[in-house]
């Protein structure tokens, strides 16, 4: 009965390919999120969705495209991928429209090694 | 503008000694104010919330407005307690909820 479910857990691909990392919440939250954890340990927002609409787009490359079939799943599609994507990216989910004071539940991440 | 800053990356401390991890933040509004813990090989989970006023697991932390701050307490660390802390802002007046850079916290026996 896991409440937020990323996969691949790890994902290893070589630089120029694509690749999507799926989630999934079971919470019936609105909203859902994607946020980048680099090699230091620094925790970023990267994208929000609320039931389907994306209300968040941080400055992130136009490679990186979140698509949102449902209020359930946010997927994230990386196009042409670079070694600096090399990080663990954690899916989220809140119950309201607002990650900025619903407390956010996360996903185990999923990490990404770019050779 | 809307941040958050955690001063130190480490902390060490030996079992039974107390622990503050520092959290100052800069908003120009009604803060939300939390704070979130990653055990080790464990998801990113939320240890608690200013709005709660309550202690989990021993840990307790109050906004001081007058200093923006928002610093996480124990009275006696546990070595359980080893984990990385980030402390997080987000408010009334924005849809983002921004983490500082986190402070990893080691109790040694």
């Known amino acids: 009965d896991t409440a937020v479910s990323q996969t691949p857990k790890y994902l290893v691909t070589q630089m120029g390919n694509d690749k999507s990392i799926k989630c999934e919440q079971n919470l019936g939250h609105d909203t859902m999120y994607w946020y980048k954890q680099d090699s230091k340990k620094f925790l970023k927002i990267m994208f929000s969705?609320?039931?389907?609409?994306?209300?968040i787009n941080e400055t992130v490359p136009n490679r990186f495209s979140p698509k949102s079939p449902d209020k359930a799943h946010l997927n994230l599609h990386i196009n042409s991928l670079e070694l600096g994507d090399s990080a663990v990216y954690f899916c989220?989910?809140?119950?309201?429209?607002?990650?900025?004071?619903?407390?956010?539940?996360f996903g185990n991440g999923t990490r990404l090694t770019v050779t | 503008a809307q941040r958050v800053t955690q001063p130190e990356k480490l902390l060490s401390v030996f079992k039974g000694a107390p622990v503050e991890l520092k959290c100052n933040y800069s908003?120009?509004?009604?803060?939300?104010l939390f704070w979130y813990v990653q055990y080790s090989r464990q998801r990113l989970q939320l240890l608690l919330r200013?709005?709660s006023r309550e202690s989990i697991k021993g840990f307790t932390a109050d906004l001081n407005k007058g200093e923006t701050s928002f610093h996480l307490k124990k009275p006696f660390a546990q070595e359980e307690d080893s984990a990385m802390y980030y402390c997080?802002?987000?408010?009334?007046?924005?849809?983002?909820?921004?983490f500082g850079t986190g402070t990893r916290l080691q109790v040694f026996p």
């Open positions: 969705y609320n039931n389907k609409e994306l209300i």
């Open positions: 908003y120009s509004g009604s803060p939300e």
């Open positions: 997080a802002l987000g408010g009334y007046n924005t849809d983002k909820l921004i």
């Open positions: 200013h709005i």
């Open positions: 989220a989910s809140s119950q309201d429209g607002s990650g900025s004071k619903s407390p956010l539940h």
